[in-house]
């Protein structure tokens, strides 16, 4: 007679990975904000690479146990890795191409100030040096 | 708007390096008034006749909300000639110079008017 103990059998099969897989977006989410918060305005690559690998974890949590639970964790995160490649991509800006070029003074322009004061090029000679940041807006 | 709020923060930082801080949106002269009033430091100017972005090469067709247009996110350090000595244009939309990066433009560009 053979006296054997049967393999122990996890109950949550993947449940480190699984959580592993949820926890990493939030991680990257709060990353950013404190990026963001530190006044650090740099592209958030992390966020959708943490998201991504998150994929990866929750596919593996899947296989390991088929939940409905953890399918819908996975597309819910596929969702947001899809989404967040697409804007990061789509939000890529061509190379400047302009006629500004460092060495040469800035072309002739005319527009005005916040109170109405024209302000051209002449605007940027005399005592001070300039940084113009040119922004979307307000919205 | 951020950036805003980054560079007013360190006006300091610019008038100790004898350097103004000029920002420019295609917005027109209510809205600039309104960002004037928030960043007491900065010289805001309303470029709503384009007469600025267009002789620069900033429009961005399209891009905001509506379907107008808005200037491409651009900083460009121009010393007390006139003469431009650094362009910088981020590679995304998203992302914006710190007024660190700025400062350090401004430092490496312009030596002659660190203090």
Redesign the interface.
């Known amino acids: 007679m053979v006296n054997s103990t049967p393999a122990k059998r996890h109950r949550y099969p993947g449940r480190l990975v699984f959580l592993l897989g949820v926890g990493l977006p939030l991680v990257g989410i709060i990353t950013y904000a404190v990026q963001l918060g530190r006044g650090r305005l740099a592209t958030p690559w992390h966020m959708a690479i943490d998201s991504t690998l998150a994929v990866g974890l929750l596919a593996v949590a899947f296989w390991q146990a088929r939940k409905v639970w953890r399918a819908l964790a996975f597309i819910l995160v596929l969702l947001l890795a899809g989404a967040e490649w697409t804007f990061l991509v789509g939000t890529r800006l061509p190379a400047y191409s302009g006629p500004v070029a460092a060495g040469k003074a800035l072309p002739a322009f005319s527009t005005s100030q916040a109170d109405g004061t024209p302000f051209t090029q002449r605007d940027l000679v005399g005592s001070q040096n300039n940084v113009l940041v040119f922004f979307r807006g307000r919205w | ?4 709020v ?2 007013e923060k360190r006006h300091e930082d ?1 008038a100790r ?11 027109g ?1 209510e ?6 009033e928030k960043f007491p430091h900065l ?5 709503s ?1 384009r ?8 429009i ?1 067709y399209h ?3 509506g379907g107008g247009d ?18 910088f ?11 660190d990066d ?1 400062l350090k433009a ?1 430092d490496q ?2 030596p002659a ?1 660190v203090n």
């Open positions: 708007m951020m950036e805003l980054q560079l610019f390096r004898n350097s103004r801080v000029i920002v420019a949106s295609m917005e002269l809205d600039a008034q309104r960002t004037q010289l805001v100017l309303a470029d006749g007469g600025l972005s267009e002789a620069i090469g900033l961005d891009a905001a909300p808005a200037d491409t996110p651009t900083t460009i350090v121009v010393d007390r000639d006139g003469v431009v000595r650094w362009l244009r981020p590679s995304e939309v998203i992302s914006r110079l710190s007024p700025v401004v560009s312009i008017d």
